[in-house]
Nanobody, 128 residues
Framework: QVQLAESGGGLVQAGGSLRLSCATS????????VGWFRQGPGKEREFVAT????????YYGDSAKGRFTISRNNAENRVNLQMNSLKPEDTAVYYC?????????????????????WGQGTQVTVSS
């Protein structure tokens, strides 16, 4: 069974920073595309960021560009999301998701339906 565990959420003042982490014991992690999504109260699930299997390609949703950075350490089976200049609008439950990819090294996914495995989420609250 594939398990993903998000950590690093919490309460932060507007303008502050948080670093989220997603860890897994999945043996084929280095072959997997990883994405971050979020869902705020009363909102639809929103794409945040994705990273290709070796970390060479990244892509961000409009709300994350210029403020968030996704990275991965395949030796530790871990993906991080560094969030800077946080805004109250960033308040949401953040989820990491994984799908094994057999396509090119630069492959990434922005649709939730493309991912096979999901973590339980971690709450991020940004005070105004």
């Amino acid at each position: 069974q594939v398990q993903l565990a998000e950590s690093g959420g919490g309460l932060v003042q507007a303008g502050g920073s948080l670093r989220l982490s997603c860890a897994t014991s999945e043996r084929t992690f280095s072959m997997a595309v990883v994405g971050w999504f979020r869902q705020g109260p009363g909102k639809e699930r929103e794409f945040v960021a994705t990273i290709s299997r070796s970390g060479g390609t990244t892509y961000y949703g409009d709300s994350a560009k210029g403020r968030f950075t996704i990275s991965r350490n395949n030796a530790e089976n871990r993906v991080n999301l560094q969030m800077n200049s946080l805004k109250p609008e960033d308040t949401a439950v953040y989820y990491c998701a994984l799908v094994v990819s057999r396509f090119s090294e630069s492959t990434y996914y922005i649709r939730a339906n493309d991912y096979d495995f999901w973590g339980q989420g971690t709450q991020v609250t940004v005070s105004s």
